[in-house]
């Protein structure tokens, strides 16, 4: 595919809709195009193929993380210099990009460069965050990052991540919270309250976890719109 390397606008890739949502909001400071086809990897690789038909000249993968390191808190962001993926493979992320973008949010928000591996299923309980944590060294997990750097790498295209850090290492996700989003990256309400009547005991775990989310959101949202001059990313 011919590139045209003046293309306005870069391609953002979300897993979840209020992700996509944050960087919607400021569509009106420049172009550029989001992709919102749910969690996952295999979604992620094809919403961002699908940015490539765009002429798209970089991709970021943008959203909330879980953390593996005990350091990184709720509402921490991150934005790292590799990505990888569960069987070990790494893709660097663009070391201009990565500067720029940092320089750019500090003081603001200090942002770690600690690295994220990208899994198929949610690493969702303290012992298979360590576990994770262990065999890749990486510091927080994510489920779209690997597969959109790998698209930029097969395509030339300079990468970039941000990530916001929701649930910690040693926090449990409750199965509540898990079956709370529908494929397509929207939550369900409806499904989640109905869920609740019959499993009360999982409100606080619930109510824990919207805190960890609205904490790395509130992260997000500044970061978006702090960031947004750097090459017109958001």
Excluded at 14 to 24: H, N, R, W
Excluded at 30 to 54: F, K, T, W, Y
Excluded at 114 to 135: D, E, F, M, N, W
């Amino acid at each position: 595919m011919t590139r045209n390397a003046h293309a306005p606008h870069v391609g953002v890739v979300t897993g979840l809709v209020f992700e996509a949502q944050i960087v919607e909001r400021a569509r009106h400071a420049n172009g550029h195009d989001v992709v919102c086809q749910g969690a996952g990897p295999q979604s992620a690789r094809g919403a961002a193929e699908g940015l490539l038909h765009r002429d798209v000249r970089g991709l970021v993968s943008f959203g909330i993380a879980g953390a593996l390191d005990p350091g990184l808190r709720s509402g921490a962001l991150v934005v790292p210099e590799t990505v990888m993926s569960e069987d070990g493979t790494a893709w660097p992320c663009d070391r201009a990009w990565v500067r720029q973008f940092t320089d750019m949010l500090s003081p603001a928000i200090a942002a770690s460069p600690a690295s994220v591996v990208s899994v198929s299923r949610i690493a969702a309980t303290p012992g298979a965050k360590s576990k994770l944590a262990s065999r890749t060294g990486a510091a927080a997990v994510d489920m779209e990052s690997a597969a959109v750097a790998a698209v930029a790498a097969e395509n030339a295209l300079p990468f970039l991540a941000v990530r916001a850090i929701a649930d910690g290492a040693t926090d449990a996700l409750p199965q509540i919270a898990l079956d709370a989003t529908r494929a397509d990256g929207s939550i369900d309400v409806m499904h989640t309250l109905r869920a609740l009547a019959l499993a009360p005991w999982q409100l606080p775990g619930l109510i824990r976890v919207a805190r960890q989310t609205s904490q790395a959101k509130r992260t997000l949202a500044r970061a978006a719109d702090i960031g947004r001059p750097v090459f017109g990313l958001f």
